[in-house]
């Protein structure tokens, strides 16, 4: 049992074993993200057109079913808070651990004022059917509650800035320690308790998750659908594909981190997993031993990317050739045209931010911007002509034209049916999530926030702090982890947006803006790069000192900027909502809605 044990708690067990995991999340975390965006693009579709939203899909159960679906997790995670509580307790306590403390006080905050507002709008639609519900009723709307929710979180961390360094630091930590855990397993177990109470007795409970099983239920669907196969096609070409197409725009996010690299301690020779460290960020290089949160830790970085990205070409040329019709072998060369002619450009606008980071590694360049600037501020042109060029790669409106169906039918997937034209449609959303990756890592900092370092916090402008706040290493690297995902979701969500704002272009006006306009555009921005280095290079340290200040600045200004953007949030929910207007999809319900046409009398 003890060499089991020891074998288990070894390094040559655990890295392994860690590489699983990263590999397992990477390829869950495309697939699953992929899923949620289906649903979002369904759901503009049916507020724009008017049409019915993926909410359909549903699984009917039973009540006690339900409410044991509502309860069990809740309760696992109860568990496990207490069982970190615990764990930290051994180690230190509040003192060793203060980050902890707040994390469960706000999560516990955070669950009362959700709980609340959504009770609130729920007894305000059918009224209150319980002695419960009715302390609801005196809430107010909302998004009072919201408000007032978020100014509560706020203020909890104002309040815990102005108590270090005072004689209440150690009695506020110590309140947030364990009264917020207590608080947030109460509020867990609660709220989950009531909800599984409501769907007890119920004889049939439809679970419908906002509508994500739909796309789900669509996913089931082409599994058992009947497969097709041209008569006069390349059988082998034809199945293989669908293949090429799907699974290169699915690894290629193997080389960005998805946090800060973890800083541990060496035990006889090997990486000791159990002497956690810190994080690899500004102020702390790993000593030791490093764990990237990388799938592969390639020296040829981003060069991989691309060399993946150009293996999807082939799968949408061979799709259209070896399907034996007319529609998609012209579908298959737009495709191909297209993606060779934009990732001319997409190379060349990273030759900007490579000449700037000195490296192709994605890791370093992240580095690089948690030490100086976020790349959207050192290639502000870069980036807008790398976010076309990205879009264009994944054959989404408006350069959807290899897939026109007023032109030719469905494009280079014409013949293909079942799954196999489900890893033709899943593959664009796949490659949308890896282009939001790369963008992440390259011009947003990957996993940083401004002012972040391994310590915590620091504001810091020129020779002076003005702030400073430490942060549990732990919760520093899941706030690095956090903060990636966040940045990634945020850059899908906001191509599919564009792809339900912009009309399509016509073929020869997309050749012609990746030749004639993205493509010159993308040289001038490598010259322009290329002369302010050697400007400030050649200019001095009084120069360089310059742009250092300018590096904080953004930083100051990305900080800024997030304060405007929770203002502006908090004046949108205070702001009383106004009448919604009828969405309708035809001229005639439109004018029934408004009230009518007034009819004159007839004039001679």
Not at 378 to 389: D, E, I, K, R
Not at 422 to 444: K, P, Q, R, Y
Request: net charge neutral; proline share 4%; charged share 15%.
């Amino acid at each position: 049992m003890e060499s089991v044990s020891e074998f288990l708690s070894s390094a040559t067990f655990l890295l392994p074993l860690g590489g699983f995991l990263k590999a397992f999340f990477v390829a869950m975390f495309g697939l699953n993200l992929g899923v949620i965006l289906t649903w979002v693009e369904r759901r503009m579709r049916g507020m724009i057109q008017d049409s019915i939203g993926p909410n359909r899909a549903a699984i009917p159960l039973p009540g006690p079913v339900a409410g044991g679906l509502a309860f069990g997790p809740a309760a696992l995670g109860a568990a496990a808070v207490v069982g970190l509580w615990f764990s930290l307790s051994q180690d230190g306590g509040a003192s060793a651990h203060p980050g902890w403390g707040m994390i469960f006080t706000q999560a516990a905050t955070f669950l009362i004022w959700a709980f609340s507002a959504i009770m609130a709008r729920i007894v305000r639609e059918r009224g209150a059917e319980n002695a419960f519900e009715e302390q609801f009723t005196d809430l107010g709307e909302p998004r009072g509650i919201v408000v007032a929710g978020i100014l509560v979180q706020l203020a909890l961390v104002a309040l815990g800035v102005a108590t270090v360094g005072t004689g209440y630091e150690q009695a506020f930590t110590d309140a947030c320690f364990s009264g917020g855990m207590v608080l947030l397993v109460v509020v867990m177990l609660g709220t989950a308790g009531y909800v599984a109470m409501r769907l007890f007795p119920e004889k049939e409970v439809r679970l419908t998750l906002l509508g994500l099983l739909h796309p789900a239920a669509d996913g089931l669907k082409t599994a058992f659908k009947n497969d097709f196969e041209p008569e006069k096609g390349d059988k082998l070409l034809y199945q293989l594909a669908p293949w090429i197409s799907f699974f290169p725009v699915l690894v290629l996010v193997a080389v960005v981190p998805f946090g800060p690299a973890l800083c541990f301690g060496m035990a006889d020779g090997a990486i000791d997993f159990f002497t956690f460290q810190g994080i690899e960020a500004v102020g702390n290089t790993c000593e030791a031993a490093r764990f990237s949160l990388q799938v592969a830790d390639l020296d040829v970085g981003i060069l991989y990317y691309f060399a993946m990205a150009g293996t999807a070409i082939v799968g949408a040329a061979l799709a259209g050739w070896a399907s034996d019709n007319k529609f998609s072998l012209l579908g298959g060369m737009r495709a191909a045209s297209q993606m060779v002619s934009y990732e001319v450009t997409l190379g060349l606008t990273v030759i900007g931010a490579l000449m700037i980071f000195g490296t192709v590694r994605i890791d370093e360049m992240v580095r690089w911007q948690t030490e100086n600037a976020w790349g959207i501020f050192v290639q502000p042109l870069g980036f807008f002509l790398f976010l076309t060029a990205a879009i264009a790669e994944t054959k989404r409106v408006p350069f959807d034209i290899p897939e026109g169906e007023s032109e030719i039918v469905a494009g280079y997937f014409t013949e293909y049916a079942g799954m196999k034209f489900s890893m033709f449609f899943f593959g664009e959303f796949v490659a949308v999530i890896s282009s939001s990756t790369l963008m992440a890592a390259l011009f947003f900092g990957g996993w940083h926030l401004p002012f972040l370092t391994a310590d915590g916090i620091s504001v810091t402008l020129g020779e002076t702090t003005y702030f400073s706040a430490a942060i549990e290493p732990s919760a520093l690297a899941v706030l690095g982890f956090l903060t990636m995902i966040v940045k990634v979701v945020a850059l899908c969500v906001f191509q599919i947006i564009i792809r339900w704002t912009l009309p399509r272009f016509r073929y020869d006006q997309l050749m012609r803006l990746g030749w004639r306009k993205l493509l010159p555009a993308s040289l001038v921005n490598v010259m322009l790069t290329a002369i302010l280095i050697l400007a400030v290079q050649s200019a001095g340290a009084q120069m360089q000192a310059v742009v250092a200040w300018l590096g904080q600045l953004s930083m100051l200004t990305l900080g800024l900027g997030f304060l405007a953007v929770l203002i502006g949030l908090l004046v949108f929910l205070i702001t009383p909502r106004k009448k919604q207007r009828l969405v309708v999809s035809s001229a005639a319900r439109y004018v029934e809605a408004m009230g009518g046409v007034r009819s004159l009398k007839m004039e001679a």
